[in-house]
């Protein structure tokens, strides 16, 4: 799966300039227009990486950064037109991984990307734990807990409750899991999905419904 990266720019040209970098980098992409937009988004889908313009109306890029590493430690890239050192400083006392100044080459803004992100990956190695209300993923031995207890799951019932748990909220068409779980290579009927759905369920026990069917639309896993 792709590193998604979440755009927090007011200027609707200059993000759709800087999507268009990232897609074509092989990066997924999520948008809001200002901070509170993005927080309201995050709740559903967290991002590997924040580009956060500083100047936006309704919430600043500061005021966003300090309210979101309240609750989330996601890295995260100052965007600005400013270049005063005042702020450069303010910007990563605040939590800030990086800052870079408008007008920027698409070259170093990808080059301060992939080095945010290797750091982020070097600094969570030691642990390779993800933690999800009451479950919990090992990514490097495939296997889940819940409330500490080891949950039996197949291969393709783990990367499917990963899947739907890193992404809280955020409702999946059976389509959308097939693909993300079995690739589009994958012929066999969109059932299977319902199948490993109700598996998942009865393996959660009193959790199962963490596991929510949004009729006519998929699944989603929602703490």
């Known amino acids: 799966m792709s590193v998604t990266i979440m755009i927090i720019e007011d200027e609707v040209q200059m993000r759709q300039l800087v999507k268009t970098f990232l897609l074509k980098e ?3 992409v999520l948008e809001a227009s200002n901070g509170i937009d993005a927080l309201s988004k995050i709740k559903h889908n967290i991002p590997e990486l924040l580009l956060v313009d500083v100047m936006m109306p309704y919430m600043d890029g500061f005021t966003f950064a300090n309210e979101v590493k309240k609750t989330h430690d996601i ?9 005063e050192e005042w702020d450069k400083i303010h910007g990563l006392k605040l939590g800030g991984d990086d800052y870079i100044v408008k007008p920027f080459h698409p070259g170093e803004l990808l080059a301060r990307i ?31 807990t819940i409330n ?14 990963l899947l739907l748990a890193t992404n809280n909220g955020k ?3 059976r389509e959308q899991l097939l693909q993300s779980i079995w690739g589009y290579s994958y012929t066999g009927s969109e059932r299977t ?3 490993h759905i109700k598996t998942l369920r009865l393996k959660l026990k009193q959790h199962g419904t963490l596991i929510q069917t949004v009729w006519g639309k998929g699944y989603k896993l929602e703490v």
């Open 26 to 28: 092989g990066y997924s």
């Open 75 to 83: 890295p995260l890239i100052f965007l600005t037109a400013k270049g």
């Open 114 to 144: 992939e080095s945010v992100l290797r750091r982020a990956k070097v600094a969570t190695t030691p642990s390779s734990r993800k933690a999800i209300g009451p479950l919990t993923f090992d990514v490097e031995s495939h296997s889940a």
């Open 148 to 161: 500490g207890q080891p949950l039996s799951l197949t291969l393709k019932e783990y990367e499917l409750l």
């Open 171 to 173: 409702v999946f068409s």
């Open 193 to 195: 999905v319902d199948t």
